[in-house]
């Protein structure tokens, strides 16, 4: 049977999926994803996925993919990231028979992507990306999709867009805004973008950025006329968010734990999603927080859930006593709503008084004794001090800089890795 393509391929082999959970690492695990279908989900992505280590690394595919298969978790797209055509497409056929597409991640923003050489980084590389869409598209039984951030240029973006058409690419998401817009410089994403790229290809369209609602979904298609809509945010914060509706967080977060049961996943992944669930609730009852932070198992975790859900009935029955909320904190924290990022203006030095993160973070830190990250190093090792002044103190090498701490002769061959500057680190520990 042929491979189906374009708009065959979204309305029979994705069923004409309008609601999508979008590719989040660590995040859209199959245990997230099976709630999220449970409430509306038509289609999800696993968690971007590195393809040079799914190629060469056996556990690495059974704990991401091969383990995961369940009959409920179809239509299911894999995302890759990858930035050579050939471990692209070896990964893509290790991965087609598990899903019904393979996604090439071109939208990742983050530092770790610009190290890596992958992702929103691959965009202005168009003979790359073009040799890697058209070698999938040869190689592979199923379709290649992509997942794209837009440049600042609307008429660029939508000969990108093209471009990945043309290359072999069956269906596009558009993620609205630029690969700067990222953290608190995120900002809204322009549908307009969006909406050039959809008039100018000819294969299905997903718009990404915006969505905190149903009706932000519907208005997305109707403004945009996508073929559907991906949420990342959105549904973390409220899995329900397709079905229109903001049912108490207990509801889901129980719901999602006892799916972790039966498919469980790392303990890293509950909590994040714990933390996200019930994130406003947290600003509240703040002493909860370092609770769930702490634990260990997937049981601590359901007792600190638990203990969030009374907290919340109390909340809840002095509300309909009359009593009014404290300060700007949401009155109705126990309900799935979505968190609202501070803009760029928000964000900037002109309204935060001048200050950078750093200085943000060192006057945090001071108001403790400790940053956040010697204050979790203390957690798993309590008797540990960082008070400078029990440190040891050692004599510095003329040469290197390092301690001086060898009382015996130094061999020659470590004497010249000295004064080359090589501090004796072994070129393979160098090599990355």
């Not at 935060?352 to 957690?379: F, I, M, P, Y």
Request: with cysteine; hydrophobic share 35%.
């Amino acid at each position: 049977m042929p491979k189906l393509q374009g708009f065959e391929f979204w309305s029979r082999t994705l069923g004409g999926a309008r609601h999508v959970v979008a590719p989040m690492v660590d995040q859209s695990e199959l245990a997230w994803r099976l709630l999220s279908r449970r409430h509306g989900a038509q289609l999800c992505y696993t968690p971007m996925l590195h393809a040079q280590v799914f190629v060469r690394d056996a556990n690495y595919r059974k704990e991401n993919l091969y383990c995961d298969v369940c009959p409920e978790d179809r239509p299911l797209i894999v995302q890759f990231c990858a930035n050579d055509p050939e471990v692209f497409v070896q990964a893509a056929l290790l991965a087609q028979d598990y899903c019904d597409a393979i996604d090439l991640n071109l939208g990742c923003p983050q530092m770790i992507a610009k190290r890596g050489h992958y992702g929103a980084f691959l965009q202005e590389e168009w003979d790359l990306l073009q040799r890697m869409i058209q070698l999938a598209h040869e190689k592979l039984s199923v379709p290649v999709t992509c997942k794209i951030r837009v440049f600042s240029e609307i008429d660029k973006t939508v000969r990108y867009a093209q471009m990945l058409e043309k290359a072999g690419c069956q269906l596009v998401t558009v993620h609205g805004r630029t690969k700067e817009q990222k953290g608190p410089l995120s900002g809204a994403a322009s549908w307009e973008h969006i909406k050039a790229v959809r008039k100018a290809v000819a294969i299905p369209v997903f718009a990404n950025g915006n969505i905190r609602s149903l009706q932000d979904v519907e208005r997305c298609i109707q403004d945009t006329g996508v073929q559907g809509v991906m949420s990342a945010e959105g549904n973390l914060h409220n899995p329900a968010l397709f079905e229109g509706r903001s049912p108490a967080v207990w509801e889901l977060a129980e719901e999602y734990l006892d799916i972790v049961r039966l498919h469980p996943c790392p303990l890293s992944c509950v909590r994040a999603h714990l933390f996200k669930l019930w994130h406003h609730t947290l600003q509240v009852h703040q002493q909860l927080r370092d609770e769930l932070a702490k634990v260990k198992t997937l049981e601590g975790i359901a007792a600190v859930s638990q203990a969030l859900k009374l907290r919340c009935q109390e909340d809840m029955s002095r509300q309909e006593e009359g009593a009014q909320p404290a300060g700007d904190l949401p009155f109705f924290h126990w309900i799935c709503q979505p968190y609202v990022r501070p803009g760029p203006r928000e964000g900037s030095k002109e309204n935060s008084g001048g200050c950078s993160k750093r200085a943000l973070e060192e006057e945090e830190a001071s108001t403790d004794g400790l940053s956040k990250n010697k204050q979790k190093k203390q957690l798993r090792n309590p008797h540990k001090t960082f008070d400078p002044s029990l440190k040891p103190k050692y004599a510095k090498c003329d040469q290197c800089g390092n301690p001086k701490v060898c009382v015996q002769p130094v061999p020659r061959l470590l004497q010249e890795a000295c004064l080359q500057g090589d501090r004796g680190l072994p070129r393979s520990r160098t090599a990355f």
